[in-house]
């Protein structure tokens, strides 16, 4: 290779990495402000080790080189919450990938059943055509627009109530899942800054929706700021 080619190679490499530099400081500055305006702490780097403490939950035990980043940490809406970025590394060599998406957690001091509420994607309509269980419900678009699971299909529904269904039709893309003693809260991709706070008040509003007799059936404890309790991180 020519030795022009070489040096235009490395400057452009260089801009590259500066450019991704810039990007990501001023994405931790909007999450900073995020904190500030939500009351929150802010951490750059994973203060709770949460790849090891979340290992027990499938979306963070994918792959390998596992590590949080962003924390955003405290309490919102009279609950723990604790939103971050993730970042898992699947093969090596040539066939090392990178993937990144951002969560967010709270903790739960209840025993409520495993349930898990997402868009339905091109591979689950596959799924249907081979038989897997996909859990429906009265409302077609519904059952057609979320792919929902449960260990315990009562749950479900006191979850999935008309009203729940029509506010989750109306803002789709969430996954969102009662799972290892947490609710989370993901998508496939980062979220922008802004989304860290539609997360937050997406939560509050979907807990509120959940009707009292689920709460009270599941025997979560009392405790929390304003009525139900959450516990740490």
Known sequence: MPPFLIILFLVVAAVAVYLGWLWEKKRREALFQIAQLTGLSFDPRDPFNLPARLGHIDAFNRGHSQEASNVLHGEYGGRQVVAFDYRYVTGSGKNRHTYHFSACLHPLECRFPGLAIRPEGLLDKVGDFLGFEDIDFESDEFSRSFRVKSDNRKF?????????????LADRGWHLEFTGGYFVLTTDRRWTPEMFRAAFDFTVKFFDMIPEFVWKQYGEKEGMTGGRGGGEI
Request: with cysteine; proline share 8%.
């Open 156 to 168: 479900a529904y006191d979850v999935c109530h008309p009203q729940m269904m029509e506010w989750l």
